[in-house]
Each structure stands twice: as structure tokens, then as C-alpha cells.
């Protein structure tokens, strides 16, 4: 079954760098666009970018556009969000999900938290 | 950026009851690109709804949406306890961003 496992998540210093991963099985990655998908504590879901099936096109909230990179790995089934210059804002669980039909998630994976926090 | 704006912002229901969750977007979604997810409390959300209509895979019948334009539903004809949860409506289409609604919580009453 198709599965996706974030990973990376913890603390991170205002002003700092975050790096996060997430590793699917179950499916043919290299067919699928990858989204990452965030949600402060107790609030509503955010997307946050998107990377094409071969990584040939990327996008990004404006929130977070110019400091922050989605990429992939199709040979380790993996993409990959790196962001910079992290912000109390940026603090949330941080989804990675398959990206279906232009644009909606059929599947999900489990979060990793990210708390920017001195 | 197309503005999805749910209501109620909470619904008090019991079980065997209808429940009826609205998302009306700021801009007409093209294609009914509109999908509905489901998220309980510490879990990933879960797709139910996408074309505004089309049920994915797995989701029971009880779960239907509706819509096109700017006014989409989604309905669940007789609530039962796992459906009490938060809601979300979300729009997609051509070109990010992808934008979702603020959520609407199914509690029981």
C-alpha cells in the first residue's frame, strides 16, 4: 500500500535552516508530482509547495518563495523541502502528500513537527 | 488567489442525523477542481471528495458533494460516530496555489 514517512522535524532556532524528508513505498514515485502540506497547532492545513513527477517544475506559498526549496530524488523515492531563515510562523506539522488530478492529495503521510523556537 | 471560506465554522449533530458543511470560493473554481478532506484529531487528513462530486476511493456512499462555481457542499446523509471531525474544502486546478478552507468541526451533540 502506498505509504509516505516524513522525516527531520524538531527544533530549530529562529533565523535557522530546516530539512526535511519524506521516503514513499507502495508506488511508482517517479510517476507522481509531491506536495508539502503544513498546519500550525490548532489550526486549519496551508500548502506550502509542489514538485512535478521529474522535478521539472516547482512551486511555492508566497510565504515561504525565495527561502525555500522543494526537491526530489526519484532514485531513492524521496523528495525533500529545505527552508530557510525560519520564522515562529513556520512552526507546524509539516505533511508531505501525493499529488493526483492537478492538484489534491490522495494519500498522506503521518507529519513531522517542526517548532522554530530559541 | 482564490479564497475558500467555509461555514458553519462548527456543527452540532447526532449520530443518524444529516450533516451539510459549505465552502464558497471568492473566485469561480474552474472545472469544479474541489476536493473535500476529512482530518481527526492527531491524524493525517484523509481525501473523501474530489470534481466536487467524485467520491475517492473507499470513502462509503454516505458522503456526497455537490457545487459548481463558487458554491460547493459537501453532505453526509446519516452521521455516524467515526464521521466527527474536521472538514476541509480545497481548490486545485491548472496552477498552484492551492489553497484550502479554514475548516469546518462536525461535533457531537
Known amino acids: 500500500q502506498v505509504q509516505l514517512v516524513e522525516s527531520g522535524g524538531g527544533v530549530v532556532q529562529p533565523g535557522g535552516s530546516l530539512s526535511l524528508s519524506c521516503t514513499a513505498s507502495?508506488?511508482?514515485?517517479?510517476?507522481?508530482?509531491m506536495h508539502w502540506v503544513r498546519q500550525a497547532p490548532g489550526k486549519g492545513l496551508e500548502w506550502v509547495a509542489f514538485i512535478r513527477y521529474d522535478g521539472s517544475d516547482k512551486y511555492y506559498t508566497d510565504s515561504v518563495k525565495g527561502r525555500s526549496t522543494i526537491s526530489r530524488d526519484n532514485s531513492k523515492s524521496t523528495a525533500y523541502l529545505q527552508m530557510n531563515s525560519v520564522r515562529a510562523e513556520d512552526t507546524a506539522v509539516y505533511y508531505c502528500?501525493?499529488?493526483?488530478?492537478?492538484?489534491?492529495?490522495?494519500?498522506w503521510g503521518q507529519g513531522t513537527l517542526v517548532t522554530v523556537s530559541s | 488567489e482564490i479564497v475558500l471560506t467555509q461555514s458553519p465554522g462548527t456543527l452540532s449533530l447526532s449520530p443518524g442525523e444529516r450533516a451539510t458543511l459549505s465552502c464558497r470560493a471568492s473566485?469561480?473554481?474552474?472545472?469544479?477542481?474541489l476536493a473535500w478532506y476529512q482530518q481527526k484529531p492527531g491524524q493525517a487528513p484523509r481525501l473523501l471528495i474530489y470534481?466536487?462530486?467524485s467520491r475517492a476511493t473507499g470513502i462509503p456512499d454516505r458522503f456526497s458533494g455537490s457545487g459548481s462555481g463558487t458554491d460547493f457542499t459537501l453532505t453526509i446523509s446519516r452521521l455516524e460516530p467515526e464521521d466527527f471531525a474536521v472538514y476541509y474544502c480545497?481548490?486545485?486546478?491548472?496552477?498552484?496555489?492551492?489553497?484550502f478552507g479554514g475548516g469546518t468541526k462536525v461535533e457531537s451533540k
Open positions: 470534481g466536487a462530486s
Open positions: 502528500a501525493r499529488g493526483v488530478r492537478a492538484g489534491n492529495f490522495d494519500s
Open positions: 507502495g508506488f511508482t514515485f517517479s510517476h507522481y508530482g
Open positions: 473566485q469561480s473554481v474552474g472545472s469544479s477542481y
Open positions: 480545497q481548490q486545485y486546478g491548472r496552477s498552484p496555489p492551492f489553497t
